[in-house]
C-alpha cells in the first residue's frame, strides 16, 4: 500500500457502507476495504500536516525576524478584535460592548475589507428555521485590522456578540456600513471578505497538496472581478499556495476518515464560490453594480487556510508555534500583495 493508487481504484474500492461492498464482492473483500480505508486516512493526514509544515514550501527570500515581527503584530490584533486571550470560548463575546458591534475604519482608500465572522455568529438553519450559534473563522478579524493599519483600507469587524450571520442574512448592520461606503466614496472600487477554511480541501482524492487558499467570486462576477482573481491566483504561485477559483472540493467523512458519497455512488462535492445572494460578496457587487455612475468594481470572498491564520492556542488542530509564525506571515504578505494589486 505504499504506492499511491489512481484514483479509479478509489471510486471502486471505497464505498459508503463496509457490510454492503464485503456482501457484493466476498469475505476477502473485508482485508482489501480495510487497508484502503488505512491508506487513505494515512494520505489524509499526511496532506493535512504537510499544508503546515513550511519548510517544505519553496518560498521567495524573506526578511529575517520579519516573521516573528508580523506574527506578534498579528496575535495583539487578533486580540483587540476578537479573543482576548486567544482561546476558543472568548469568540463568542469577543471584544463587543453591545450586540452585533462592528469595528469600523473608513478611509479614502479603494479597498474595503471585512470579516464578517471573526467572531461567533448565528446563522439560519434551513431544516428546523432556527439559529444556531456558529464557530468564528479565528484569526480573520486580527488579519484585517493589521491590513487597515500597514495598507490604510477601510475595514469592518464583527467584534462579537452576533445574534444573526452578516454573511447570510440579506439584512444585517455589517452590510448597511459596506453599502454606505461603496456608494459615499467614489474611489470604492474593491471588496474584500476575509473568512477561513479548514486545511483539509482538496479536489481529488489522489492530490498531493491541499488548497492554501480559495476565492469565491459568485456565478456572474464581473470582468474585473475575474481579472483581479487571476492576478491573485498567480500571486499565490509567490508564496508556494494552491489557490483555486470557484472551486469543488471532496465531502469528507469523520470517522472513519473517507470520502462522502452521492446516493448513486459517486463522490459527494462541496462547491465553493460564494454565490448566495446574502453573502456580503454578492451584495457588494449589487450596490456598486446599482450606483447611476458605473465604475470598475471588484468583489472578492477569501477562504484562507486555517495555517494561514491566528489560531487559538486550545485550538482542536493547533499546528505549533514555528508553523503558525511562517503561516500567519505568509498569509499576511499574501492578502497584503494582493491588496496591492486593487489599489
Known amino acids: 500500500m505504499s504506492d499511491l493508487l489512481p484514483e479509479p481504484d478509489f471510486l471502486d474500492l471505497i464505498q459508503p457502507d463496509r457490510d454492503e461492498y464485503i ?30 509544515d513550511f519548510s517544505t514550501y519553496n518560498l521567495p527570500q524573506l526578511p529575517d525576524g520579519e516573521a516573528d515581527t508580523i506574527y506578534e503584530r498579528l496575535q495583539e490584533a487578533e486580540r483587540l478584535s476578537a479573543s482576548p486571550r486567544l482561546l476558543v470560548d472568548d469568540y463568542k463575546k469577543g471584544t463587543a460592548k453591545s450586540y ?17 465572522h471573526a467572531t461567533s455568529q448565528k446563522r439560519v438553519n434551513h431544516i428546523s428555521q432556527k439559529r444556531e450559534l456558529k464557530d468564528a473563522d479565528f484569526g480573520t478579524g486580527g488579519l ?19 445574534t444573526k450571520d452578516p454573511n447570510n442574512d ?25 473568512h477561513g477554511s479548514k486545511r483539509t480541501r482538496f479536489a481529488r482524492l489522489t492530490d498531493s497538496k491541499n488548497f492554501g487558499v480559495m476565492l469565491g467570486i459568485g456565478d456572474e462576477p464581473t470582468d474585473d472581478t475575474l481579472e483581479a482573481s ?24 469523520a470517522k472513519p ?26 451584495f457588494a457587487q449589487r450596490t456598486a453594480a446599482g450606483l447611476e455612475t458605473l465604475r470598475p468594481f471588484v468583489a472578492i470572498q477569501f477562504e484562507l487556510s486555517d495555517v494561514l491564520r491566528v489560531m487559538p492556542t486550545d485550538y482542536e488542530i493547533y499546528p505549533g508555534d514555528q508553523s503558525q509564525r511562517m503561516g500567519t506571515y505568509i498569509g499576511y504578505l499574501f492578502i497584503k500583495e494582493a491588496l496591492n494589486t486593487l489599489a
Do not use: C
Open 257 to 282: 476518515v473517507m470520502p462522502k458519497r452521492k446516493p448513486y455512488g459517486s463522490l459527494k462535492t462541496i462547491s465553493y464560490s460564494a454565490r448566495y445572494p446574502g453573502t456580503t460578496r454578492a
Open 23 to 52: 456482501a457484493a464482492n466476498g469475505s476477502d473483500a473485508a482485508i482489501e476495504y480495510d487497508q484502503i480505508l488505512i491508506y487513505l486516512k494515512d494520505l489524509f493526514e499526511q496532506r493535512k500536516q504537510s499544508i503546515a
Open 230 to 253: 487571476e492576478r491573485i491566483v498567480d500571486i499565490g504561485k509567490n508564496y508556494d499556495l494552491r489557490v483555486v477559483i470557484n472551486q469543488d472540493f471532496v465531502a469528507m467523512e
Open 170 to 194: 440579506m439584512e444585517h448592520p455589517l452590510k448597511k456600513v459596506l453599502g454606505e461606503i461603496i456608494k459615499n466614496r467614489q474611489q470604492s472600487r474593491a471588496h474584500i471578505s476575509i
Open 144 to 162: 484585517v485590522r493589521l491590513l487597515h493599519e500597514d495598507t490604510n483600507n477601510s475595514a469592518i469587524i464583527s467584534t462579537g456578540r452576533q
Open 100 to 116: 452585533n458591534d462592528l469595528w469600523i475604519k473608513s478611509t479614502a482608500s479603494p479597498v474595503v475589507l471585512t470579516a464578517e
